[in-house]
């Protein structure tokens, strides 16, 4: 009975359960890399969706602030001055610089450069008469601000016409300003241009006798529409830059467009950003609290093991003695 009592003690203690125990904690190890892994995985995608829903914000108070498109350009003329007239004997030339002070309440920079062509007359009755060119002085006008530009004259008239015009009280110029505008719109601090033809009629009335004197100017978007102050007139009426109703349906349609389909795309990417961080975010918390509880029932075991094993020694030794 000694031996058969030996081997069944002892040769338990020989069997041991170490293996057994080595499986969970193998098994809580690799739970607690792919917690980590996931952790780590849901920080970029939630940073990458808080950057998308800052540029869909940005956008939208882009949209707003160029809402309308564009607010008409109020211009004054600061001075208007004649040069003096040159003869050659068959012809009388003069030139003449218009300087306007021009104020901009859009929320972007805008420049004038000259466009096509642009020509002078002298108005008789409904007839015009072709006598020079003119120039639109290149400017810029910051948003917001103000800048100065202007308007260059030259005129070449022949000499009996230009001694006719002298007998006269006063007459009537008429201009076309042909120029090229030019808008910088300012997104993420990246520059974005474009540019338009604009035509307007200008005109004023003038007097080189007995002594030189230029009126106020006016200006119209046809001549049909363009009234002409009279020399006397004291009080000068501002003149607006402004957009055809057609480029202004064309260039809010364009802006609506652009800046929607940019807050579309920027929401819907940081919704799927946000809800994949945070997918993987939970599923790693999961991961933790399973862990957790993993590593609890080893350390149970472990200890319930320890007790088992000194139990064990005792009996060993009672084998020496048997």
Same mark, same amino acid.
């Given at each position: 009975s000694g031996p058969s009592r030996f081997s069944r003690i002892c040769g338990a203690r020989a069997v041991g359960w170490s293996p057994a125990l080595a499986l969970p904690v193998q098994g809580s190890r690799l739970e607690m890399c792919a917690m980590a892994k996931n952790t780590v995985c849901s920080i970029p995608l939630l940073? %990458? !969706?808080a950057l998308a829903w800052l540029l869909f914000a940005y956008t939208t108070a882009k949209l707003v602030q160029?809402? +309308?498109?564009? @607010? +008409?350009?109020?211009c004054t003329t600061v001075s208007n001055d004649f040069g003096d007239q040159k003869m050659d004997g068959f012809w009388v030339n003069t030139s003449s610089t218009a300087v306007r002070s021009c104020r901009n309440p859009n929320p972007f920079?805008?420049?004038l450069y000259q466009g096509e062509p642009s020509k002078v007359y002298l108005r008789d009755g409904p007839d015009l008469q072709p006598v020079g060119e003119s120039f #639109?002085?290149?400017? !810029?006008?910051?948003?917001?601000?103000?800048g100065t530009g202007g308007v260059t004259l030259s005129i070449n008239l022949p000499f009996m016409q230009a001694i006719e015009l002298l007998s006269r009280d006063k007459v009537q110029v008429v201009l076309e300003i042909n120029a090229l505008a030019e808008a910088e719109i300012s997104f993420l601090g990246m520059g974005i241009t474009s540019a338009e033809e604009t035509s307007r009629i200008c005109g004023f009335e003038l007097a080189l006798m007995p002594e030189q004197r230029v009126g106020h100017s006016a200006c119209a978007?046809? %001549?049909a529409d363009l009234v002409i102050p009279d020399l006397n007139t004291t009080t000068e009426v501002a003149d607006l830059i402004t957009m055809s109703p057609e480029l202004y349906d064309d260039?809010?349609? @364009?802006?609506?467009?652009?800046?929607? !389909? %940019?807050m579309v795309v920027s929401a819907t990417l940081a919704a799927s950003l946000l809800a994949c961080g945070v997918r993987m975010g939970c599923l790693g918390h999961g991961q933790s609290l399973e862990g957790s509880k993993a590593m609890r029932d080893v350390k149970i075991? #472990?200890?319930?093991?320890? !007790?088992?094993?000194?139990?064990?020694?005792?009996?060993a030794a009672d084998c020496t003695h048997v």
């Amino acid at each position: 009975s000694g031996p058969s009592r030996f081997s069944r003690i002892c040769g338990a203690r020989a069997v041991g359960w170490s293996p057994a125990l080595a499986l969970p904690v193998q098994g809580s190890r690799l739970e607690m890399c792919a917690m980590a892994k996931n952790t780590v995985c849901s920080i970029p995608l939630l940073s %990458l !969706s808080a950057l998308a829903w800052l540029l869909f914000a940005y956008t939208t108070a882009k949209l707003v602030q160029h809402t +309308p498109v564009y @607010r +008409p350009v109020e211009c004054t003329t600061v001075s208007n001055d004649f040069g003096d007239q040159k003869m050659d004997g068959f012809w009388v030339n003069t030139s003449s610089t218009a300087v306007r002070s021009c104020r901009n309440p859009n929320p972007f920079i805008m420049r004038l450069y000259q466009g096509e062509p642009s020509k002078v007359y002298l108005r008789d009755g409904p007839d015009l008469q072709p006598v020079g060119e003119s120039f #639109v002085t290149n400017s !810029s006008f910051a948003a917001h601000g103000e800048g100065t530009g202007g308007v260059t004259l030259s005129i070449n008239l022949p000499f009996m016409q230009a001694i006719e015009l002298l007998s006269r009280d006063k007459v009537q110029v008429v201009l076309e300003i042909n120029a090229l505008a030019e808008a910088e719109i300012s997104f993420l601090g990246m520059g974005i241009t474009s540019a338009e033809e604009t035509s307007r009629i200008c005109g004023f009335e003038l007097a080189l006798m007995p002594e030189q004197r230029v009126g106020h100017s006016a200006c119209a978007d046809t %001549l049909a529409d363009l009234v002409i102050p009279d020399l006397n007139t004291t009080t000068e009426v501002a003149d607006l830059i402004t957009m055809s109703p057609e480029l202004y349906d064309d260039a809010t349609h @364009r802006k609506n467009v652009a800046f929607g !389909s %940019l807050m579309v795309v920027s929401a819907t990417l940081a919704a799927s950003l946000l809800a994949c961080g945070v997918r993987m975010g939970c599923l790693g918390h999961g991961q933790s609290l399973e862990g957790s509880k993993a590593m609890r029932d080893v350390k149970i075991a #472990v200890e319930g093991g320890s !007790s088992q094993r000194k139990g064990e020694d005792i009996q060993a030794a009672d084998c020496t003695h048997v």
